[in-house]
């Protein structure tokens, strides 16, 4: 491969690393060309961009980027595919999913602006809340006191309107 095509490739990773928020890298060593068709196809259907790369170029395409991911660098042997995602812990649940006999096998993600190395790392991102259910969680929680005092509110406003009814029949009698 030609310096320029090198260059070209490490511009394009870099650049697909900087467009999306999260990335695991995953190894697809073992993985025949129907699992490998398969796993694409899910991760398609689920929004995650999958994109098998020469580790050296991953390297060189990451230290070309402001940020240390040094944590990373150990990882980067054998066949490694990155999955690019927008939430955080879809492809931890699609790893989880898909994965037969640890296949393909998580080697590290970069998600919520944290490193998470080693396979053993899959329940820790497959627990990550994405951006939405925190907002959602947050918003039932302010949601519930105010519709209690709303409840409160309209009950008491009842009582109070009956008993002003009943003192204002009273003092016309």
């Known amino acids: 491969m030609r310096k320029e095509d090198k260059s070209t490739i490490i511009e394009q990773i870099a ?6 928020g999260h990335f695991y890298l995953v190894d697809v060593t073992a993985m025949n060309a129907a699992a490998t068709s398969a796993l694409r196809a899910a991760c ?19 230290e070309s ?3 240390d991911f040094s944590p990373l ?8 595919a990155v999955m690019f995602c927008n ?20 080697k590290a ?11 053993d790392q899959l329940d820790a991102l497959v627990a990550i809340k994405s951006k939405n259910e925190v ?6 929680l302010l949601q519930s006191p105010a519709k209690n005092v709303i409840s409160a ?21």
């Not at 660098?73 to 490694?80: D, F, Q, R």
């Not at 109070?160 to 016309?172: F, Y």
């Open 65 to 67: 980027l402001e940020g």
């Open 109 to 119: 993600a970069y998600a919520e602006e944290s490193f998470y190395v080693g396979a």
């Open 87 to 106: 939430v955080a812990n879809v492809p931890a649940k699609l790893i989880k999913d898909k994965a037969k006999d640890g296949i393909p096998a998580l």
């Open 15 to 20: 650049a697909t690393v900087k467009e999306y």
């Open 73 to 80: 660098y150990g990882c980067l042997k054998g066949t490694t």
């Open 44 to 62: 398609f259907k689920a929004g995650v961009k999958l994109m098998v790369v020469k580790n050296t170029l991953l390297h060189k395409a990451l």
């Open 135 to 140: 907002i959602a969680e947050i918003v039932a």
């Open 153 to 173: 509110l309209q009950s008491g406003g009842n009582t109070l309107h009956g008993v002003l009814k009943t003192l204002g029949e009273r003092t016309e009698a």
